[in-house]
């Protein structure tokens, strides 16, 4: 699995409303996020390196989920660029989602 399908799943889940292939991506993203962590921890100077490499993948992240949306029947114009920072790709939660608060319960979203 290539890591930037992980991302192309994190634009999928935050720009589609669909509902049926949602628990497939997100079964896509942990374990990328998994990976990126043990690399991480196998060569911690990469962590520095980290915010450049998510840069250089936003414009293939971005081009990728158009076309596969459009295989649900969605119309999806070229997405934006991703404006995810290295904490929200390697974090356990998606980017869009308010943090859990102390008593694990999401916030709701203003």
């Known amino acids: 699995m290539r890591h930037s399908d992980?991302?192309?799943h994190l634009m999928k889940l935050e720009h589609s409303p669909t509902?049926?292939?949602r628990t497939d991506w997100?079964?896509?993203i942990s374990p990328a996020r998994v990976n990126i962590e043990y690399l991480l921890e196998d060569?911690?100077?990469l962590r520095g390196e980290l915010g450049p490499m998510i840069e250089k993948q936003k414009p293939r992240v971005a081009?990728?989920?158009s076309a596969s949306l459009f295989g649900y029947g969605e119309t999806v114009k070229q997405l934006p660029l991703p404006s995810y920072t290295a904490e929200?790709?390697?974090g356990d939660r998606s980017p869009w989602e308010a943090p859990l608060p102390g008593g694990g319960e999401r916030e709701e979203l203003a």
């Open 19 to 21: 509902i049926d292939p």
């Open 26 to 28: 997100m079964d896509t």
């Open 6 to 8: 992980a991302g192309s």
């Open 88 to 90: 929200q790709v390697v």
């Open 63 to 65: 081009r990728l989920p």
């Open 43 to 45: 060569s911690p100077s």
